[in-house]
């Protein structure tokens, strides 16, 4: 793989892109983006409900209505973002703050047993800093604290201060400013809920604004992240304060991690805007190549006429039915296609890169 600024170079080389392979682009990262950094908090929708959802507007098979509540208002926080970060204002807290109240959208109650059996409770603010201290337990066993209610305040101001005038300064490169914001941002965990989307979103709102491509953490890679984030926490110590302020030097496992993600996602945009070919498509961070060439015709088949039958399929094919029926069983099994509603229509998942 080429390094990163060979990369990045090669890309803006191949600025502007057309309107087609834009708008293919466009949809790929809305998709993967919003799935992925949900799903890593836990949201349960698949790939395929996600595409449905956002795109159509439709919710096929079960799912959870906090789950797509949350993943619509996610959808929303990532447009605003995109939005600001086309403007040249400094970035603020109310602005950070207004992406949380977007994504959580109003405060809500969560309930807990404790050991004893007794229940408690606490309430979840929506745009507001946390009031309740929040931590998390490591892999070892051990709580690690992130900053108190009474200091999250002050480390805000002081996280979208440095940024402001690193921003200014230009010394780190977008992705090193990136990452230490995610980290100090990390570090402070300012609210209650939506700490770790919020960091991905200002994660790709730092990169746009320096005209780099937004990258994805994808949730199957969620270890390697956590892996990075640790490494780093190793560094910079227990101290929340600590964190919140931790230098460049001191987060380097966590900036390697973040520019190996930019130059796979650059170098995967590349390859999925020069290869246009009929056989290759593309699922949620991988590209897929099918051996038949009978494949890409059923998946054109179902998108033109999401009704189609069987029947259909095999007289356009030329083949019979037994090995139409054997093909949407394969794609559907692997999450490429679904067939809800009524009357049933076909949802065709996977990405054409033509």
């Not at 991905?200 to 949730?219: A, K, W």
């Not at 094919?317 to 679904?338: D, H, M, P, R």
């Amino acid at each position: 793989m080429a390094n990163l600024e060979e990369l990045y170079a090669s890309w803006k080389a191949m600025q502007p892109l057309n309107e087609s392979d834009q708008a293919r682009l466009d949809r790929k990262f809305m998709l993967d983006f919003n799935y992925n950094s949900n799903h890593i908090e836990g949201n349960t929708l698949t790939y395929g409900q996600t595409e449905v959802l956002l795109l159509l507007g439709e919710v096929v098979g079960s799912a959870k209505m906090k789950d797509l509540e949350e993943m619509k208002a996610h959808a929303l926080c990532l447009k605003l973002m995109m939005a600001e970060a086309q403007g040249d204002n400094p970035l603020t807290e109310s602005f950070i703050r207004g992406l949380h109240q977007v994504m959580l959208r109003e405060d809500y109650t969560v309930y807990r047993k404790l050991p004893g059996g007794e229940t408690t409770s606490y309430i979840v603010h929506s745009g507001r800093y946390k009031t309740r201290p929040n931590s998390v337990i490591t892999r070892t066993g051990e709580r690690f604290e992130y900053a108190s209610p009474e200091e999250t305040s002050a480390l805000m101001y002081d996280l979208v201060s440095w940024y402001n005038e690193a921003d200014r300064q230009g010394v780190l490169s977008p992705i090193e400013l990136a990452a230490l914001f995610h980290y100090r941002y990390i570090r402070i965990h300012p609210f209650e809920d939506g700490n770790g989307r919020i960091a991905r979103l200002m994660v790709n709102f730092i990169l746009l604004r320096h005209d780099y491509p937004m990258i994805v953490i994808h949730s199957h890679k969620k270890d390697a992240y956590l892996r990075a984030l640790s490494a780093a926490d190793k560094e910079t110590g227990p101290v929340p304060a600590d964190g919140a302020h931790a230098s460049i030097e001191a987060i380097k496992p966590f900036v390697k991690y973040m520019k190996d993600v930019l130059t796979t996602e650059i170098s995967q945009n590349i390859t999925f805007v020069q290869t246009q070919k009929e056989q290759v498509w593309w699922y949620n961070g991988d590209l897929i190549s099918f051996r038949s060439p009978n494949t890409p015709k059923i998946l054109r088949l179902l998108t033109q006429n999401p009704r189609i039958t069987i029947a259909e399929l095999s007289n356009s094919l030329g083949i019979n039915t037994s090995a139409v029926q054997k093909q949407l069983n394969t794609l559907t099994e692997k999450g490429y296609i679904i067939r809800e509603g009524t009357p049933k229509e076909w949802h065709v998942i996977i990405l054409s890169t033509t």
